[in-house]
């Protein structure tokens, strides 16, 4: 089937403690993006990756980083996270730049 | 700027009847494109309709229909005949330069 996963879909964190989200397609997709979604805010775009080892900031990177070793994985890494970063993650992928986006389950992070 | 609002939070609309839930964008790239997603609350975001820029005929996907109005950079969604399990949150995107772009949502709730 064809999907994207995220793992793990509920986590509860404390200040400070590094984390990884984990994020891969079955599809060969050569786009991927990592949003998150806030109350009143819809959803921002932080990173997305145009293919393999080129990634770029979206409108807000800050407090994250991610990386694209290969095609079909595109981790989203929280170094320290913060109470601020407390929200509904969602990875997404596309064949092309510019196709329809699919949109993994989502992950729901707490920070305390 | 990049930029989508969508102005209406609510919308209620019996069931049956048609709805048009609005979306406005900003963009000064000539090339772009205009997608619709639903989030029911299970959480999910699901791929609706899509619209690109130069594409000369209004996007129609089953009940669903892309009112695209160029001039006035309007892509308002109609769903016609509602059903309950329409009641969801709508939101627009835009695809322009690498980036994505999503408006704030509408909660649209059907009544019986």
């Known amino acids: 089937e064809a999907q994207v996963t995220q793992n793990p879909r509920y986590l509860i964190t404390v200040t400070g403690k590094k984390l990884t989200v984990t994020c891969s397609q079955n599809m060969n997709h050569e786009y991927m993006s990592w949003y998150r979604q806030d109350p009143g805010l819809g959803l921002r775009q932080i990173y997305y990756s145009m293919n393999v080892e080129v990634t770029d900031k979206g409108d807000v990177p800050e407090g994250y980083k991610v990386s694209r070793k290969e095609k079909r994985n595109f981790p989203l890494i929280l170094e320290s996270p913060s109470p601020n970063q407390t929200s509904l993650y969602f990875c997404?992928?596309?064949?092309?730049?510019?196709?329809?986006?699919?949109f993994g389950p989502g992950t729901r992070l707490t920070v305390l | 700027a990049q930029k989508i609002t969508q102005t209406q939070p609510g919308m209620f609309v019996q069931e049956k009847e048609a709805v048009t839930l609005d979306c406005t964008y900003d963009?000064?790239?000539?090339?772009?494109?205009l997608f619709w997603y639903k989030q029911p609350s299970s959480g999910e975001m699901i791929f609706l309709i899509y619209?690109?820029?130069?594409?000369?005929q209004n996007a129609t996907e089953g009940r669903y229909s892309l009112n695209f109005q160029k001039a006035r950079k309007s892509a308002n969604l109609v769903i016609s005949a509602s059903q309950l399990g329409d009641s969801a949150m709508y939101f627009c995107?835009?695809?322009?330069?690498?980036?994505?772009?999503f408006g704030t949502g509408t909660s649209l709730t059907v009544i019986p």
């Open positions: 619209q690109g820029s130069y594409d000369q």
């Open positions: 997404a992928s596309s064949l092309l730049f510019g196709g329809t986006q699919y």
């Open positions: 963009t000064s790239d000539p090339s772009y494109g």
């Open positions: 995107a835009m695809r322009a330069g690498n980036q994505f772009y």
